[in-house]
């Protein structure tokens, strides 16, 4: 029997913020550009986990309110919250860094 009746399997890892390495200064050469350039892709990578999180948990709620029809306000309770809490958080709980230098944070 194949895999695709099975329930859907999702990893419960907690991520830790990355080595981040910045620019010298706001349009020179980095201190170190093969750092720089690491850290910028795991900064992608993040952002777009954290968006395919949210995609997920969207069509969670989706299926749940159209398997639920009417009851979907006690039946779906509990995935409309995870999905919420995920929604509201600062760059849709993305995994940020220790920032040296605050002013150099360029919001994603």
Known sequence: MTSMY????SSEVK???YPHSERGQQYGRAQDPVAYLLSTEQRARERQVAYETVK???KKVIQCYREAGVNHYDDCKEHT???YKVV???DV???HPKWENEAKHDGW
């Open 6 to 9: 099975d329930e859907p399997k």
């Open 15 to 17: 991520l830790t913020p």
């Open 56 to 58: 997920l948990l969207r």
């Open 81 to 83: 919250e995870r999905y």
């Open 88 to 90: 509201v958080q600062n």
């Open 93 to 95: 709980g993305q995994v």
